[in-house]
């Protein structure tokens, strides 16, 4: 009896093994080239994120110096020697100081208000949309990955239902294979999409914390360059150290 048992045991079919790359053999081509496609798109949303991230960053840590160093100088052209060449603020001040030079030049009755105005408004478009690029990419991967999943989903259901009807019956290892296959390309488009939405939402807070700087600083550039650098935003006073030791109190 044991004999015949060791022999069913021989003759028995090898267990099959299930897994992610099991499953995407199975897929084929089809499978791969959607696994590919959402790798592209979270590797994307991802740069994305990060360069975009430091791109804001510097724009905000650049604006303490506006704040402190810009105001402090007698006047805006001197300020503006103090900002970094390639800063959001530095574009401002030139775009404002070369609008002031071209209405010098006008020989219409055009406004100089009008003119700054609308000169640093063009100036505040380009930043913000320098800025916000990239961003459509970010809400592009979040609308469509999880369709783009959802596709290797039917396509997976679609091939469980073939090897149901080729083998006349619904065993787990016709089965198993596609079905698994389906779940997983669900699942990575999920796992692509979630991320992108979150980090487009969060970016685009940032730019519009960005954007409101930019106007509240265009609109002093205005007041100081209409009013001949006499009205000026208050600058923050420097806090005083305290003192590293104190004095000893006298003795009795």
Avoid: C
């Avoid at 519009?208 to 360059?225: V, W």
Wanted: hydrophobic residues 50%.
């Amino acid at each position: 009896m044991i004999f015949n048992i060791l022999a069913s045991a021989g003759d028995a079919a090898p267990q099959a093994s299930f897994g992610f790359m099991e499953a995407m053999e199975q897929g084929g081509i089809i499978a791969w080239s959607i696994f590919t496609i959402l790798v592209i798109m979270s590797v994307g949303s991802f740069y994305i994120l990060f360069t975009k991230l430091f791109e804001q960053r510097k724009v905000m840590s650049q604006y303490a110096g506006v704040r402190t160093n810009f105001w402090k100088a007698a006047t805006i052209k001197e300020g503006a020697a103090k900002l970094d060449k390639n800063s959001a603020w530095r574009q401002l001040v030139d775009d404002a100081l070369a609008a002031e030079d071209q209405h010098a030049k006008m020989t219409d009755k055009l406004e100089a208000h009008d003119w700054l105005h609308g000169s640093l408004a063009r100036s505040e478009d380009t930043i913000n949309s320098k800025l916000a690029s990239g961003l459509p990419f970010l809400a592009t991967v979040g609308a469509t990955a999880p369709f783009v999943g959802l596709l290797g989903t039917v396509i997976g259901i679609y091939r469980a239902l073939i090897n149901i009807g080729l083998a006349g019956s619904a065993s787990i290892d016709k089965v198993a294979g596609p079905v698994g296959e389906a779940l997983i390309m669900t699942a990575i488009g999920l796992l692509v999409a979630v991320p992108a939405v979150f980090a487009y939402n969060w970016l685009q807070g940032r730019n519009k914390r960005i954007a409101e700087m930019l106007s509240a600083f265009s609109t002093d550039l205005l007041a100081n360059i209409n009013s001949n650098g006499a009205v000026k935003p208050a600058v923050p006073a420097a806090t005083a150290r305290p003192a590293a030791t104190t004095a000893a109190a006298p003795k009795r």
